[in-house]
T-cell receptor
């Protein structure tokens, strides 16, 4: 299944709580991405990281934070500042470079986050 | 930034017919256009992609065409089968050797009816 593992599969958040979604890959990919998917919408980029200890904001970064301390791991924290966190969260990774095989982003199976 | 529009939002075809999904993009710097298929509750999976140095690419029953001048690209599925039923997303990106941020369309729900 592509070597990208997201956990947990389902997560529930209480008001005012921070929660962390895990994303681990064993593909030796350099770049990693977090997307949010809402019903009837496409995937929207939250954060991405091209190398260890470096990451950039995507289009909807407010209320989220990330870290990239290891090449294989890119956890996403949904903070209490994110007022509408209910969504399907997808992690992806790819090799860096512009050669054809390096363009492809591979996705994890996702985490479905709901608010209690 | 890039904006990708995708049409139609839903598409119903009879088994064996062809299906066409169209996308337009706004950023002329975009040069990479993948298509992903997502079955219900599953992860998106790449089905075909195209770079801006070619106008068409085909892989068995699936083909993608690109018109750089008009900034639009299309997915063509021939001889559709029930297992083709899924949501299809187009995306656009500028390959920079680093970020390759994908901007996605809003998806097309394809239903292949028996």
């Amino acid at each position: 299944d592509g070597g990208i593992t997201q956990s947990p599969k389902y997560l529930f958040r209480k008001e005012g709580q921070n929660v962390t979604l895990s994303c681990e890959q064993n593909l030796n990919h350099d770049a990693m991405y977090w997307y949010r998917q809402d019903p009837g919408q496409g995937l929207r980029l939250i954060y991405y990281s091209q190398i260890v200890n470096d990451f950039q904001k995507g289009d909807i970064a407010e209320g989220y934070s990330v870290s990239r301390e290891k090449k294989e791991s890119f956890p996403l924290t949904v903070t209490s500042a994110q007022k509408n966190p209910t969504a399907f969260y997808l992690c992806a990774s790819r090799l860096r470079g512009t050669a054809a095989a390096k363009n492809i982003q591979y996705f994890g199976a996702g985490t479905r986050l709901s608010v209690l | 930034g890039e904006n990708v529009e995708q049409h139609p939002s839903t598409l119903s075809v009879q088994e064996g017919d062809s299906a066409v999904i169209k996308c337009t993009y706004s950023d002329s710097a975009s040069n990479y256009f993948p298509w992903y298929k997502q079955e219900l509750g599953k992860r998106p999976q790449l089905i075909i992609d195209i770079r801006s140095n070619v106008g068409e690419k085909k892989d068995q029953r699936v083909a993608v065409t690109l018109n750089k001048t008009a900034k639009h690209f299309s997915l063509h599925i021939t001889e559709t089968q029930p297992e083709d039923s899924a949501v299809y997303f187009c995306a656009a990106s500028e390959l920079t050797g680093g970020g390759n941020k994908l901007t996605f369309g809003t998806g097309t729900q394809l239903k292949v009816e028996l």
